[in-house]
């Protein structure tokens, strides 16, 4: 299950080319995403993912909130109940991170992370079930971002002119670790995107150096082609099985 689960997250965040510096994330904006396991050879709904943004002002700055929840339904919760949360807290203009928390409790197992970010630097503050409050500081790349607030990034990029089966290769911090990630352009093709109905999106393969992912250009993400590139749909295959995510529901945008 936690291969399932960083899977999600991988295919919602692991995309990145050269930004395009006019183009800002909206406040206020919420999508909501079905998420389906393959089950006996049927694709079973057994989980919402939710994202979310907001503007946060402290008393020195002004943040935008990145926020990311998964829960399975409650029918699926006897069987093994999932409740996750992924923030993050970036700069508005360049989504460059400050602060990153994890909350995860899956099947019982519980996991709290937090990511505090200061130039090439990490202090990480990380307490597990059972086990004591553990404080890590770390080095990263200057360009390393986490994992949520990279999903936001590539929505800040131009993909138009990009060219089928071109590669970028880029660096994600997760679990206290750098992961290397390459993304190839596949060219456009129309899927339904929830209430915004058929559209036209950019296809994208996504590559990791982790035994998360398995085959070639089987594990997906659609974004549509306009100037939201809202996720519309993401395809993963792990070694235990393939899912997806469908959007349901895009409102803010």
């Known amino acids: ?76 919760d006897k069987f093994f109940k999932i409740r996750d949360i992924y923030e993050s807290y970036v700069n508005p203009t360049t989504l460059k991170p400050s602060l990153y928390k994890r909350s995860i409790d899956e099947g019982g197992y519980t ?16 307490k597990r079930r059972n086990k004591p409050e553990t404080i890590r500081t770390f080095n990263i790349g200057s360009s390393t971002q986490d994992a949520i607030s990279l999903l936001y990034k590539v929505r800040t990029l131009d993909f138009s002119k990009m060219k089928a089966g071109q590669t970028k290769s880029f660096v994600i911090v997760f679990d206290e670790k750098e992961i290397p990630v390459t993304l190839k352009y596949l060219g456009t093709e ?42 519309a749909l993401m395809k993963f295959s792990i070694p235990v099985g393939t899912g997806q995510l469908t959007l349901t529901s895009a409102t803010g945008i």
């Open 190 to 231: 129309t899927v339904k995107a929830g209430n915004l109905g058929d559209k036209s999106c950019y296809k994208l393969s996504i590559g990791a150096k982790t035994d998360a992912l398995k085959g070639k250009d089987k594990n997906l993400i659609w974004l549509t082609a306009d100037a939201k590139k809202v996720p």
């Open 1 to 76: 299950m936690k291969k399932i689960l960083f899977t999600v997250v991988s295919l919602l965040i692991l995309c990145s080319f050269t930004p395009e510096d006019d183009v800002v994330v909206p406040s206020g904006e919420k999508l909501v995403y079905a998420g389906s396991y393959n089950m006996s050879g049927l694709m079973t709904q057994l989980a919402q993912v939710t994202m979310s943004t907001e503007m946060v002002n402290t008393s020195k700055n002004s943040y935008l909130h990145l926020n990311c929840e998964l829960a399975t339904f409650s029918k699926w």
């Open 111 to 126: 996991k709290k992370e937090k990511y505090a970010f200061k130039g090439n630097s990490v202090t990480s503050t990380a």
